[in-house]
Nanobody
Framework: QVQLVESGGGFVQPGDSLRLSCVAS????????VGWFRQAPGKEREFVGV????????YYADFVKGRFTISRDNAKNTVYLQINSLKSEDTGTYYC????????????????????WGRGTLVTVSS
């Protein structure tokens, strides 16, 4: 069974950039699509984006608007989430999750189609 661990969160100022990492261990990570989700304090978890097992297909939530980029390096069993021009509303816990389903099925998913989750990494954006 694949296990996921996120890292890279922290306290940053508006306008800064962060790169979050999702490192997998166990299982065959390269066969899974990987999604990123986030949950702001007091709000429901929301879909950020998902990338296919190869990284060749990636979908994003509408709110991303070019500020977020998902990439993966299967040789390192790692998926990244690059966030630029951070805003206060980006504050929250960011989770990665894996699924064996096709990427187009995972697009915009609430998280129910993802079977493996990390524990999250906290991002706080404040001046």
């Amino acid at each position: 069974q694949v296990q996921l661990v996120e890292s890279g969160g922290g306290f940053v100022q508006p306008g800064d950039s962060l790169r979050l990492s999702c490192v997998a261990s166990g299982g065959t990570f390269s066969t899974y699509g990987v999604g990123w989700f986030r949950q702001a304090p007091g709000k429901e978890r929301e879909f950020v984006g998902v990338t296919s097992w190869s990284g060749g297909t990636t979908y994003y939530a509408d709110f991303v608007k070019g500020r977020f980029t998902i990439s993966r390096d299967n040789a390192k069993n790692t998926v990244y989430l690059q966030i630029n021009s951070l805003k206060s509303e980006d504050t929250g816990t960011y989770y990665c999750a894996a699924s064996a389903l096709p990427t187009d099925v995972l697009r915009g998913d609430s998280g129910r189609k993802f079977v493996v989750w990390g524990r999250g990494t906290l991002v706080t954006v404040s001046s």
